[in-house]
Nanobody, 126 residues
């Protein structure tokens, strides 16, 4: 089993920045794709961005492209989401996810991810 724990959420003003962190424990995760999703009440969980096992490739949703950056530090079993120029529509619970599959792609479907964190709330006010 793998446990994922997010941190770094909070309440900010539009235009501010936040950096989310996700730490993995239980088993080594440095061979697997990881991603960030977000969800607001009444809506499905949506893909924000992902990163391949070695950080060699990233992929982002159009809504965050150019503003958000994903990075990972396999020596610490951590993945990060740097969020800049935040907008009120970025308000959501953000989840860290890991795909326990030997893939070199970055799936955008939540169904492709095996392990999930408990989520961290990000609130952006105008």
């Amino acid at each position: 089993q793998v446990q994922l724990v997010e941190s770094g959420g909070g309440s900010v003003q539009a235009g501010d920045s936040l950096r989310l962190s996700c730490v993995a424990s239980g088993r080594p995760v440095n061979s697997f794709t990881m991603a960030w999703f977000r969800q607001t009440p009444g809506k499905e969980r949506e893909f924000v961005g992902g990163i391949t096992w070695n950080g060699g490739r990233t992929n982002y949703a159009d809504a965050v492209k150019g503003r958000f950056t994903i990075d990972r530090d396999n020596s610490k079993s951590m993945v990060y989401l740097e969020m800049n120029s935040l907008k009120p529509e970025d308000t959501a619970v953000y989840y860290c996810a890991l795909s326990w599959k030997p893939i070199v792609t970055i799936p955008v479907s939540s169904n492709e991810y095996t392990y999930w964190g408990q989520g961290t709330q990000v609130t952006v006010s105008s």
